[in-house]
């Protein structure tokens, strides 16, 4: 069930207040090891930054096939603030999952969960707000540092901010630079390493996030 948060925040006092207290109905939970469907979530930009398309793709995970897509095109909601960010793109995400007709067992966002200043990304806030299991991975670090990683796909290493693992640098592909995970809402970090492998068995970036990003490039073309 989708939670909307009411009144939406006008401004950064308002909306750290809120990422506080969302922040505080995270649940760290193992989450499922084997899911049927996965829903890939991201948002593109026009060349003005005035508006945007938010797309929410939903696949059957044993195949890839697509389950269901819905979009949305809107404004961002907030202004550009770090730390902040997901409150520019939540509300249009959240139109796109109210969409679908399936519902899907794992949200995969384009961006971060626990591996953020607050430990509240956009992962986490969609996790929270719908009550799904949910995690990020990111094509580049927002916080942290990290041991290198080795060459071979699998690979990975411990993300750390300030003493605390927020999540890992995993090499999806052999040679290829890794990709950023970190868990958002009831899941844990194996099992978002193991499905972001399970989904990115051919390119750097899981084919949710593939999905996602053409679907809502589209819009706005």
């Given at each position: 069930?989708?939670?909307?948060?009411?009144p939406?925040?006008?401004?950064?006092?308002?909306?750290?207040?809120?990422?506080d207290?969302?922040?505080?109905?995270?649940?760290?939970?193992a989450?499922?090891?084997?899911?049927?469907?996965?829903?890939?979530?991201?948002?593109?930009?026009?060349?003005?930054?005035?508006?945007?398309?938010a797309?929410?793709?939903?696949l059957?995970?044993?195949?890839?096939?697509?389950?269901?897509?819905?979009?949305?095109?809107?404004?961002?909601?907030?202004?550009?603030?770090?730390g902040?960010?997901?409150?520019?793109?939540?509300?249009?995400?959240?139109?796109?999952l109210?969409?679908?007709?399936?519902?899907?067992?794992?949200?995969?966002?384009?961006?971060?969960?626990?591996?953020?200043?607050?430990?509240?990304g956009?992962?986490?806030?969609?996790?929270?707000?719908?009550d799904?299991?949910s995690?990020?991975?990111?094509?580049?670090?927002?916080?942290?540092?990290?041991?290198?990683?080795?060459t071979?796909?699998?690979?990975?290493?411990?993300?750390?901010?300030?003493?605390?693992?927020?999540?890992?640098?995993?090499?999806?592909?052999?040679?290829?630079?890794?990709?950023?995970?970190?868990?958002?809402?009831?899941?844990?970090?194996?099992?978002?390493?193991?499905?972001?492998?399970?989904?990115?068995?051919?390119?750097?970036?899981?084919?949710?996030t593939?999905?996602?990003?053409?679907?809502?490039?589209?819009?706005?073309?």
């Amino acid at each position: 069930m989708l939670t909307a948060v009411q009144p939406w925040p006008r401004t950064e006092e308002e909306a750290l207040a809120v990422q506080d207290a969302l922040r505080s109905r995270v649940v760290s939970a193992a989450g499922p090891a084997d899911p049927a469907t996965v829903a890939g979530l991201d948002v593109a930009y026009d060349d003005s930054g005035d508006r945007l398309g938010a797309a929410v793709v939903v696949l059957n995970t044993a195949d890839l096939s697509v389950r269901d897509t819905a979009v949305v095109r809107d404004r961002p909601a907030f202004p550009y603030v770090p730390g902040l960010f997901a409150f520019r793109e939540v509300p249009a995400l959240m139109a796109a999952l109210e969409k679908l007709t399936v519902r899907p067992d794992v949200l995969i966002c384009d961006g971060h969960g626990l591996a953020h200043p607050r430990r509240f990304g956009l992962a986490a806030h969609l996790g929270v707000l719908t009550d799904l299991p949910s995690f990020g991975v990111g094509k580049t670090r927002l916080v942290g540092e990290w041991e290198e990683v080795g060459t071979a796909r699998g690979s990975r290493s411990a993300l750390v901010d300030e003493g605390e693992t927020v999540g890992a640098v995993l090499r999806t592909q052999t040679g290829v630079k890794p990709v950023f995970v970190s868990v958002g809402h009831r899941i844990d970090l194996d099992n978002a390493c193991s499905l972001t492998l399970r989904l990115a068995s051919r390119y750097r970036l899981p084919e949710t996030t593939r999905a996602a990003d053409r679907v809502c490039r589209d819009l706005l073309s």
